[in-house]
Nanobody, 123 residues
Framework: QVQVVESGGGLVQPGGSLRLSCVASGRIFSINAMGWYRQAPGKQRELVSTITSGGSTNYADSVKGRFTISRDNAKNTVYLQMNSLKPEDTAVYYC?????????????????WGQGTQVTVSS
């Protein structure tokens, strides 16, 4: 089993900053991509940012230049630094981790999700 736990959400004023963290633990052989998604009330879950094991990053157009994703492979942890936050960034933020597991001597990749952390941007 693999557990994924996010932290760092909260209430912040427009223009402020937050840093989200996500750590994966359990039966992990290795981790491929890690990423952040978000879901606002009444909307579908959307991609925010991803980072590969080699450090290549991808961002949604709406957060480019404001958010920065990074990871610590030794700690199985991914971070999302969010600056210049806007009210439209308000959402539940979910961490997704693509974990390589060895099952019956066969390597396979499984995506695990965290429980989500609320980010609210409001004055």
């Amino acid at each position: 089993q693999v557990q994924v736990v996010e932290s760092g959400g909260g209430l912040v004023q427009p223009g402020g900053s937050l840093r989200l963290s996500c750590v994966a633990s359990g039966r992990i052989f290795s981790i491929n991509a890690m990423g952040w998604y978000r879901q606002a009330p009444g909307k579908q879950r959307e991609l925010v940012s991803t980072i590969t094991s080699g450090g290549s990053t991808n961002y949604a157009d709406s957060v480019k230049g404001r958010f920065t994703i990074s990871r610590d492979n030794a700690k199985n942890t991914v971070y999302l630094q969010m600056n210049s936050l806007k009210p439209e960034d308000t959402a539940v933020y979910y961490c997704a981790v693509d974990v390589v597991e060895i099952r019956s001597s066969i390597a396979a990749t499984f995506r695990y999700w965290g429980q989500g952390t609320q980010v609210t941007v409001s004055s």
